[in-house]
């Protein structure tokens, strides 16, 4: 697809790029294009080499095959990020690697100072100075670990946009902002748009593709399936060509398995009566029972994480009684949950899931491990067993169960934590944002599992920032606010609107 006008001339051409790992053919003969002043969404399933590609173009990975081509520069060859660099290529990762104990300033020209011969007065003008062009709520002098997320981010497309990157790359940058923060980020993503900065934006958010983007290009196994005009393609098409299948309406997820209300499921499982924790957590009741999936929501630090913290005991508990099938246990630490048959999957895979150098299986046999003791190692045909039967039962994408875990992609990670506790056979199972971050295919698969689980009789609390998610797969809902409890939502109660007006009016009492 070419670029309509003068302005948005081509700035960046990939032909036929290829690119093979021992085992896996990452990339066969995709190619990419980026117009000037264009915000360009890279779409596909986890695994289908959006990564892959990004990392050829920023020299992280060197490409087997295909040529890229630059405006003004031909073709070039990008042997590392300093060449991408240089070459005008910038990238903002998911997870943000500035240094938090630092400045703005020094953030935004760490590697580019004089050392000792540094005219700070300067740098941190310049620095305030960018800040203001680009709308930025920040000072050049205050410490970086006190912006929020949000601020951080920007500083640092900042620091790309003062380096003079032509091509910005945006990786999942808006998965841990709320609303506002988005729009914020919008908002400085238009004006560098504007100005002529190209940008490649790498979300799994159907909606924000919608609001900001220009174009779409979809990959699939490595492939590259077509470059889309926003308007001219439908969500439902998108979601069609990244699965590579027509889809049903992903409200039918909860027709297909049922997830049994609280009528209808059985005994309480887990019951909690004024439990809290040093995170803050007021103190709250919560029951749930065999066969139930239910969740906790509300707005982004409104609790919900902390209050299954709380339940796990992964949180310091500072009161309040719990009981396993009425009979009262003591739950202060996860060993202790482990113990009474609840697992869970925590909100960030990366810091408190994965261990990313240890194998897939290693990684899945470990709750199973710790409980039995790492004096009493399983077989290594236990171990082979255990982890080939999970890589077959979750659909894990891996070259073996002996690749390590961190070099797979994160749908995939997120299935092995997943079949960690599963092999526990647990009672019940608390999922923390188990679908964030991923593709919608793998999201269905995970609802589908998680319903299925229900059926067959485990207890399940599952945790979403998307509220449709939530609702297609929750029987019963906690709603939180500010860390404590204002409302519980079921049957046709459980609606987006009647979720806003408990978080909005709710727990009036509490105040």
Sequence with gaps: MRCETVSEQTILKMRNIDKTFPG??????????LCKGEIHAL???NGAGKSTLIKVLTGVYEKDGGTIELEGQGEVHIHSP???????ISTVYQEI???PNLT??????????????????????DADRILRQLDIPAKATQQLASCSIAVQQMVAIARAVDMECKVLILDEPTSSLDEQEVQKLFGLMRDLRKNGVGIIFVTHFLDQVYEVCDKITVLRDGQLVGEYKISELPRVQLVA???GKEMDDLSDIKGESGSADEAQAGEVVYEAEGLESAAGVRPFDFHIRKGEVNGFTGLLGSGRSESVRAIFGADRVTGGKVKMHGREVKISNPY?????GIAYLPEDRK???????LSVKENIILALQVMKGFFKPFTKAEANAFADEYIKKLNIKTASAETPVKSLSGGNQQKVILARWLLMHPEYLILDEPTRGIDIGTKVDIQKLVLELASEGMAVTFISSETDEMLRTCSRLIVMRDRHVVGELKGDELTQSMIMSTIAGGGEEHE
């Design 24 to 33: 896996v053919r990452a990339l066969s003969g995709v190619d990419f294009s």
């Design 43 to 45: 779409m596909g399933e």
């Design 82 to 88: 300093e060449d991408a660099q240089k070459h005008g």
């Design 97 to 99: 690697t500035l240094c």
């Design 104 to 125: 703005v300033a020094e953030n935004m020209y760490i590697g580019r100072t004089a050392g000792m011969f540094t005219n700070w007065k300067k740098i941190n003008a």
């Design 241 to 243: 060509k990244m699965l």
């Design 336 to 340: 202790e949950a482990m113990k009474n």
């Design 351 to 357: 810091v408190d899931g994965i261990v990313g150098d």
